[in-house]
Nanobody
């Protein structure tokens, strides 16, 4: 079973940058899709970005339209960690961000993931 631990997050002014990291332990996650979701109170967990395994050492990146061009997801060489680099942050990016890992599809929905991190708060002020 894969366990996930997130780090990073915090407080930043609009237009600023933050980096989130997620490390997997236990079973190797190198062939898993690893993703970031975010959630604000009263709303469903929302897909942000995913890094999916394409065979051998190939990975693909996918982004929600709301973050495309501003966020970048990257995978560690051993496939067991991902980072989310966030640029040009907006107040609407404020949320708890969760790292997830799983083998199911579609990768844009939370139900496809079996392992979740504890969540890390990102707050963007105007």
């Amino acid at each position: 079973q894969v366990q996930l631990v997130e780090s990073g997050g915090g407080f930043v002014h609009a237009g600023g940058s933050l980096r989130l990291s997620c490390a997997a332990s236990g079973r190797t996650a190198s062939t898993y899709a690893m993703a970031w979701f975010r959630q604000v109170p009263g709303k469903e967990r929302e897909f942000v970005a995913a890094n999916t395994w394409g065979g051998r050492k190939t990975y693909y990146e996918y982004y929600a339209d709301s973050v495309k061009g501003r966020f970048t997801v990257s995978r560690a060489n051993d496939g067991n960690a991902i980072d989310l680099q966030m640029y040009s942050l907006k107040t609407e990016d404020t949320a708890v961000y969760y790292c997830a890992a799983g083998l199911k599809r579609p990768f844009e929905i939370a139900q496809s993931y079996d392992a979740w991190g504890q969540g890390t708060q990102v707050t963007v002020s105007s």
